[in-house]
């Protein structure tokens, strides 16, 4: 039905007959000339349709927006004066010669170059959303990603694999999204929420480089770069140490950002250790592009009368940390008592300050409720240590480390992004020497900082079992602009060491078999050394795209409340299909009226 595409037309056509289908993006009459805007997914081209041709000329008097039209026609020069200079066909128009109206349109929901729509009403026409220019170019770079990704990956020897979307429900890590089986009454099979285990047996099967672009599946509760569904590039290889596969995939990005945006990024990546980021920025991910960093000051203030500060100081468990903001000291009250507000957010119950006005003065350089309790020594340290200057602004939390970590974590990104501290460009990041365990207060045991298959860096496991809260991991993140693109380990590939690991989180010999008797067994078979990764590919594609949520990057999202407006899933079932799978609804209780 058509010779070209609609943004393909150029100046090399002039004079050519040539014939285009698509939408119409504007409709314009011109005292007895019509002019459409005539879109497809390569762009916009201007057909010009006059009186001459009678038969077109009188269909494009009804045409609206969003009609579906062919045309044929001849490409020609636009006349002097009105070369549109903003748009990629902006020298040439074509001058219809023959037009067919393929299908008409209901006036749209909302204008396609409408800057701002609700939400929910593009999700619930997202057939029309995906129209708009801004949508089509993430959806058209998302293509672009994976035939990037595959093109390296298949390059260097990976085998592109699939493994099963019905299978067994392990413990730790999300809820699992449950599938009841019609032919085995009472048993469920779960949707994965990672093919972790599986990529395990193929390496132990003897395919040494596997991957997969994959979907899965997580039952929890959602932010904007989370989704029920969701995308994960998987890849694991055998006979390789967390130096060679780290360096493979910092391979892969470097070209996939090249090929995709024509961007450099650094070689090698930066690497710092998971306990250099918690003391530096607070989070294991940390976006390098702010240059604000957080001091500890503990040492300085442990002996002060301030108990705010003193307490913490001398606990164990608790941190005191400042965090210099140049040029703070502007800052109004009221954008800082706003700031006090954020922090309380995650469990600070404060934030005391000082404002530098005079550094070299002492105290009487400085301004804050604070100063009175604090000693010169102690003032001066921190004036030191955190290499204030005139016009500077210190935060501070004092409180249990993980409080003061997420508070002001939190707080040096948001102080980047309010004072336009955000360095442009790309700042990639592998963290590396994760601890193997963290401690549930709420359930006394320890549990998988990452996943139990994650082999620890001692190789002893009466050694781990005996001090889990001392093993580091041989985990490794990858990290870009405070987003976490991608996590992986080596694994564990013997079968005392996995028993070991189950030990340590509570996983008892019988669990164990019920849940992982085929990992077990297949580790006694003769199991390779061997690691891998997980990239979230839809944080990928929103990063390379500049969105400000994953549900910007993937055709059909759902919502924050994992509905699909379009659809309108999940929604009941009948009666019958239920009785199918051997499940009765519990009837649920009346609301009572008074």
């Known amino acids: 039905m058509r010779t070209h595409y609609c943004g393909q037309i150029s100046e090399d056509l002039l004079g050519e007959t040539v014939s285009i ?50 045309m044929s026609g001849r490409v020609r020069e636009r006349p002097e004066g009105t070369i549109n200079p903003d748009m990629a066909t902006g020298r040439i128009e074509v001058l219809c010669q023959e037009l067919t109206v393929l299908n008409e349109a209901a006036t749209p929901p909302f204008q396609l170059d409408e800057a701002e729509v609700n939400e929910e ?87 040494d480089r596997y991957y997969q672009i994959v979907r899965c599946f997580r039952d929890e509760d959602l932010r904007a770069d989370r989704q029920p569904e969701f995308t994960q590039l998987d890849v694991e290889t055998s006979f390789m140490d967390e130096a060679g596969i780290t360096g493979l995939m910092e391979a892969m ?134 290499g204030a200057a005139d016009g500077d602004l210190i935060f501070f939390g004092a409180a249990p480390a993980r409080v003061v970590n997420d508070s002001l974590g939190a707080l040096r990104v948001q102080l980047g992004q309010d004072l336009a501290m955000v360095e442009a460009g790309w700042r990639p990041l592998w963290v590396v020497d994760f601890p193997m365990f963290e401690w549930d207060g709420r359930e006394q045991r320890w549990q998988s900082l990452h996943h139990p298959f994650t082999a620890p860096c001692v190789d002893d496991p009466a050694q781990l079992e005996a001090a889990p809260g ?56 003769g199991a390779p050394p061997h690691g891998g990764i997980a990239f979230g590919l839809d944080r990928w594609a929103m990063l390379m795209a500049g969105a400000g949520s994953i549900r910007e990057v993937i055709a059909f999202p759902k919502t924050q409340t994992a509905h699909c407006p379009l659809t309108g899933a999940p929604s009941p079932t009948d009666v019958r299909q239920l009785r199918e799978l051997h499940i009765r609804l519990r009837e649920q209780p009346q609301a009572s009226e008074s």
């Not at 564990?492 to 990992?519: C, T, W, Y």
Request: glycine share 10%; charged share 25%; hydrophobic share 40%.
């Open 470 to 525: 001392a093993a580091l991991s041989r985990a490794y993140d990858m990290v870009m602009n405070g987003t976490e693109l991608g996590g992986g380990s080596v694994r564990i590939h013997r079968q005392d060491m996995q028993r070991a690991v189950f030990n340590v989180l509570g996983i008892g010999p019988q669990e164990a078999s019920e849940k992982f008797d085929f990992l077990l067994r297949a580790l006694r078979y």
């Open 253 to 386: 990005a470097r070209q996939v950002f090249k090929e995709v945006l024509g961007v450099e990024l650094p070689d090698p990546f930066p690497r710092m250790t998971y306990a250099q980021a918690m003391d530096r920025y607070g989070i294991d991910r940390p976006d390098l592009r702010i240059p604000l960093e957080l001091v500890e000051v503990a040492d300085r203030v442990a002996d002060c009368d301030f108990k705010v500060f003193a307490d913490p100081a001398k606990d164990p468990g608790g941190r005191v940390a400042a965090l210099r903001v140049p040029g703070g000291g502007a800052l109004p009250r009221s954008q800082i008592d706003g700031y006090t507000e954020f922090v309380g957010r995650y469990g600070a119950k404060g934030l005391a300050y000082i404002k530098v006005n005079e550094a070299g003065t002492g105290r009487n350089g400085l301004q804050s409720p604070i100063v009175k309790h604090l000693s010169d020594e102690a003032l001066a340290g921190i004036l030191q240590r955190t």
């Open 21 to 70: 289908c698509g939408w119409v993006h504007r409709r314009r009459d011109h005292g007895g000339v019509i002019f459409i805007d005539l879109r497809d997914r390569y762009g916009l081209v201007q057909v010009v349709v006059d009186p001459d041709t009678q038969s077109a000329f009188a269909l494009a008097e009804r045409v609206r927006s969003e009609y579906v039209l062919n």
């Open 121 to 207: 009403t593009r999700l619930h026409h997202r057939y029309v959303d995906l129209r708009r220019d801004a949508m089509q170019h993430n959806i058209m770079l998302r293509a672009r990603l994976t035939q990037a990704i595959r093109r390296y990956l298949d390059g260097a020897g990976f085998l592109d694999i699939e493994t099963p979307m019905l299978t067994k429900a392990t413990p730790e890590g999300a809820r699992d999204y449950l599938v009841p089986s019609r032919t085995h009454a009472g048993s469920f099979f779960a949707l994965p929420q990672s093919p972790q285990i599986f990529k395990q047996l193929l390496m132990m099967s003897g395919f």
